[in-house]
């Protein structure tokens, strides 16, 4: 008489359970992909002849719970920048003809943004260049006439739909400042 294989008996229910277990929703897949994602740069910002780095870090399952966390270091390892972006002021600051009913959207809009974030043309070279004249978006004039002085390099990014933050280093307050707040 034969006797069952007990092991195959036993193995059986953990192999069907590995098996079907691990399949995941789109949903859960991009959730996994942006529970921390982040993005370093290394570029002239607080100085033209040293490196900063910029870093972005988008973290969260939940498009309203999300956030985007930039900041920058400057070459002698000191933060002088940090931002924290909200995922639900960022939904609710964008185009109204852009359809984010569903959480995927949501997702993929917040995503999109953390992708785009770091984008050639954000970074700003110099920040002022030397025929601008300051407008009413500019917040501080005698910040602009110092960087069309120092030449040095500026960051932009988008807070929503017509809001642009551009940032410089200041060398005479040794701090990062809003040189240009617009559309």
């Known amino acids: 008489m034969k006797r069952p294989n007990y092991l195959l008996v036993l193995l059986f229910p953990l192999l069907f359970i590995a098996c079907t277990g691990n399949e995941k929703t789109e949903q859960e897949k991009e959730t996994t992909l942006i529970k921390n994602a982040s993005s370093v740069v290394i570029k002239s910002f607080s100085n033209l002849t040293k490196l900063d780095t910029f870093r972005l870090n988008l973290s969260g399952t939940k498009p309203k ?6 900041s920058i270091t400057n070459y002698k390892g000191q933060e002088i920048y940090s931002k924290v972006l ?6 609710g600051s964008t185009d109204p003809n852009v359809d984010l009913r569903k959480e995927k959207d949501q997702i993929r809009f917040l995503t999109t943004i953390a992708s785009q974030f770091f984008n050639e043309d954000n970074f ?7 025929d601008d004249k300051p407008d009413s978006y500019a917040p501080d004039k005698a910040f602009y ?7 040095l390099n500026g960051f932009k990014y988008r807070l929503g739909k017509e809001n642009n933050i551009y940032i410089a280093w200041s060398e005479k307050e040794q701090k990062v400042k809003v040189y240009y707040n617009c559309c």
């Open 145 to 151: 006439d110092e960087l069309k002085a120092t030449k």
């Open 65 to 70: 719970e999300m956030t985007l966390t930039f």
């Open 124 to 130: 700003l070279e110099p920040a002022v260049m030397p």
């Open 86 to 91: 909200k995922g639900e002021e960022l939904l």
